[in-house]
């Protein structure tokens, strides 16, 4: 079929701007990575998918080498993993990640978990895993009370999140407490106790996937994909909607997934809540102190923290250690490394994505 919007990600952004493309007439192809629709939220909905639309799951675009009136990139954001010690043990995972595991079948009933990071998906993820049978004996949040607390009535502008807020309450949330080393077993947390667990589920915030929209020029602004109120990038015919614009939720994704599939302005304003957001679980800085000299960094080359010492940007360290070459190609490490030594990746090159032999075909 020949298109005239592609869509990449079929999460909430990518689903609403689909419906809207194709309300208004067009020929909508979306292609997402995952095996089903939804997103990191909605994770492998059938019944989501869209009558007249064409789907391609289970497809990594690595390069844009597809052909496109529209292009909307609709590719969601991925979660921050910051270094410490005992973090590469096999109990250590991230925790939108264990949630992933647990939605296709992780068996979780009666372990005991640990949840702790930063951010409102650390309360997600909790209640998740008290869904599916988990002791959650502890969610952690760096963040101090008195952000929580002024990021809590921020929320009178949004009664649905109030709401939400509510509903994922956790009884064993504490605030200003951080992981500092996980051994087998467990963990030991900022105030010096320590916390047996089966998991540590950790996750420090959310890193927008922009390496699409870069390797299209598109310019970014303080770290996000800038737009219009169109949801239009710095190129001609190119889109960012969702958390590449700002981390900001599912309400805002669909917003500005239904203005760029339809053409229309963007309906309300998110700006607000982005910004609160930010500055409640901005990482604080005794979170750059956590790692040692033989702390891993880079996991997929193995280079630790001691060995970027003497360098004096990312590309350097790369080309001397290795750092960041592995089959991630830097995105577990690259974010831990600009928050720890404030280098920021110097250029994006194809394939942005860990890529399976079969799509390095399709790129050649
Ligand atoms: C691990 C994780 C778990 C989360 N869990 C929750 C939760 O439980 N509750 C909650 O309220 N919020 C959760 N969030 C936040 C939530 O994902 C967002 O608020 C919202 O879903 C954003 O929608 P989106 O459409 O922008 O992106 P997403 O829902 O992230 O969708 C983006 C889609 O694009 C795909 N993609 C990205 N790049 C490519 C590419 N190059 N080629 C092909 N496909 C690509 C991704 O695999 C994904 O399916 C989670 C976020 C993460 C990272």
Redesign the pocket.
């Known amino acids: 079929m020949k298109v005239d919007t592609v869509i ?7 689903l609403a701007a689909a419906r809207g493309a194709k309300r208004v007439g067009k020929r909508v192809l979306v ?4 095996w089903g629709p939804g ?3 909605w994770r492998g909905r059938e019944d989501l998918l869209i009558e007249g639309v064409e789907f391609q799951f289970g ?4 390069q844009l080498d597809v052909g496109f009136g529209q292009l909307i990139l ?6 921050l993993f910051l270094p410490f010690p005992g973090w590469t043990l096999p109990h250590v995972l ?1 925790a ?2 264990l ?2 595991l647990v939605k296709t079948g992780l068996a979780v009933k009666g372990k005991r978990v640990v949840v702790a990071g930063s951010g ?2 650390l309360l ?2 909790a209640a ?1 895993l008290k869904k599916a049978g988990a002791d959650v004996v502890l969610v952690a949040e760096q963040a101090s009370w008195k952000r929580l607390m002024r990021f809590g009535f921020g929320l009178w502008r949004s009664p649905s999140k109030i709401v939400q807020a509510v509903e994922l309450a956790n009884g064993n949330y504490r605030a200003g407490l951080w992981p500092v080393e996980a051994s087998v077993g467990g963990v030991t947390m900022s105030d010096g106790k320590r916390w047996d667990c089966d998991y540590l589920a950790c996750g420090f915030g ?1 890193v927008p ?1 922009v390496e ?1 929209a870069l390797l299209a020029g598109c310019q970014l602004k303080d770290g996000f994909v800038a737009v219009d109120e169109y949801q239009k990038t710095s190129v001609d015919g190119v889109y960012a ?4 614009t700002g981390i ?3 309400e805002k ?1 669909e917003a500005e ?1 239904e203005a760029a599939g339809s053409g229309q302005k963007l309906q309300g304003s998110h700006a607000a809540f982005v910004h609160s957001l930010r500055d409640c679980f901005a990482l604080r800085p005794e979170l750059k102190d956590l790692v040692r000299a033989k702390t891993l960094i880079c996991r997929c080359e193995d280079v630790r923290f001691g060995q970027l010492q003497g360098f004096a940007s990312r590309r350097e360290a790369k080309l001397q250690t290795r750092c960041g070459m592995g089959p991630c190609q830097g995105r577990v490490c690259g974010p831990a490394i600009e928050f720890l030594l404030g280098w920021e990746a110097d250029r994006v090159r194809p394939p ?2 860990p890529v399976r032999v079969k799509d390095l075909i399709r790129l050649n």
């Open positions: 990449v990600g079929a999460g909430p952004g990518g292609i997402d990575d995952n997103g990191q939220i497809r990594q675009l690595a609709a590719c969601g954001a991925r979660e991230g939108g990640g949630q992933a409102p998906l997600a993820v998740n959310l996937n699409l909607i969702g958390e590449l900001g939720g599912v994704a997934g942005v994505l």
